[in-house]
Antibody, heavy 124, light 107 residues
């Protein structure tokens, strides 16, 4: 059974940093692209970014709203995904979900599993 | 960026009703569209991919259709566990984008 478990959320001041983790199990983590998606309180879903797998050199993609401030990385030996968040703003307050991408071609690069989420609150 | 517009933003329906939600993309996305269900305080659940293919374990009362710019999600006979918020999402190009969501409430 695919399991994704996020951790690392909490309260941080504006301008601060936080690192989220997503522990994966139940599948061959190294084969898959992995994404982060966030949801501000009472709002809709917003894609944050993606890391590709080793075969694609772990390259990344980001939403414009986080590019240059957030960094997605992974450790395939630990079956873990990370989101390093720097220069945090109040508008980054959200629940952050990791999601598994099924395939690597556009036609099958859809989300098929989600973690339970971790809440990040940016406030002074 | 591709804008995804869902309608309606909310609807009230009764148990047993047939419900249809529409999602429109601002440009063609072939059939690279997914649907998700989210209940309050819970993570999204993947329902449909490739516009019309059911994820494993999703009941057949859910169906999707469309291609290009216009898509629909249909729930054939609404049950109490189906009251939730539904989102569409395009995965045809970066940045990936979601619709604003449709809240399905009990009438």
């Amino acid at each position: 059974e695919v399991q994704l478990v996020e951790s690392g959320g909490g309260l941080v001041q504006p301008g601060g940093s936080l690192r989220l983790s997503c522990a994966a199990s139940g599948f061959t983590f190294s084969d898959h692209y992995m994404d982060w998606v966030r949801q501000a309180p009472g709002k809709g879903l917003e894609w944050v970014g993606r890391t590709r797998n080793k075969a694609y050199s772990y390259t990344t993609e980001y939403a414009a709203s986080v590019k240059g401030r957030f960094t997605i990385s992974r450790d395939d030996s630990e079956n873990s995904l990370y989101l390093q968040m720097n220069s945090l703003k109040t508008e980054d307050t959200a629940t952050y979900y990791c999601a598994r991408v099924y395939g690597i071609n556009w036609s099958d690069a859809y989300f098929d599993s989600w973690g339970q989420g971790t809440l990040v609150t940016v406030s002074s | 960026d591709i804008q995804m517009t869902q309608s309606p933003s909310s609807l009230s329906a009764s148990v047993g009703d047939r419900v249809t939600i529409t999602c429109r993309a601002s440009q063609g996305i072939r059939n690279n569209l997914a649907w998700f269900q989210q209940k309050p305080g819970k993570a999204p659940k993947s329902l449909i991919y490739a516009a019309s293919s059911l994820q494993s374990g999703v009941p057949s009362k859910f169906s999707g259709s469309g291609s290009g710019t216009d898509f629909t999600l249909t729930i054939s006979s609404l049950q109490p566990e189906d009251f939730a918020t539904y989102y569409c999402q395009q995965y045809n190009s970066y940045p990936l984008t979601f619709g604003g969501g449709t809240i399905v409430e009990i009438k």
